[in-house]
């Protein structure tokens, strides 16, 4: 059975660093595309970052360009967020997601994202 497991998230200072984790088993982690996403209090769910089957190639929001850095480690079936200099709009759960395996594309954007992790929460704050 396919499962995501996200940790890492906490309370951190503006200006800070914080690295998230999400651990995937059960799928077939280094064929798929991944991604991470968040839910700011009262705002819709966005899409943070994607990267690829590979790992050579990742997109980002805008807003997070240059500060977050994604990556995997397809050995250890997991992928990691790398937030750093976060702002307090940086605050808000965060999601890590695998791509659907029956529609794999491996690259980003996927099709569609069908499998999600549970959240970690990211709080931004002084």
């Known amino acids: 059975q396919l499962q995501l497991v996200e940790s890492g998230g906490g309370l951190v200072e503006p200006g800070g660093s914080l690295r998230l984790s999400c651990v995937v088993s059960?799928?077939?982690?280094?064929?798929?595309?991944v991604g991470w996403f968040r839910r700011a209090p009262g705002k819709e769910r966005e899409e943070v970052a994607c990267?690829?089957?590979?790992?050579?190639?990742?997109t980002y929001m805008h807003s997070v360009r240059g500060r977050f850095t994604i990556s995997r480690n397809n050995d250890k079936t997991t992928v990691y967020l790398q937030l750093n200099n976060v702002k307090p709009e940086d605050t808000g759960i965060y999601y890590c997601?695998?791509?659907?395996?029956?529609?794999?594309?491996?690259?980003?954007?996927?099709?569609?994202?069908?499998?999600w992790g549970q959240g970690t929460q990211v709080t931004v704050s002084s």
């Open positions: 997601a695998e791509e659907n395996r029956f529609l794999a594309l491996g690259a980003c954007p996927p099709r569609e994202y069908t499998s």
């Open positions: 059960g799928g077939t982690f280094n064929l798929l595309a």
């Open positions: 990267l690829e089957s590979s790992g050579r190639t990742a």
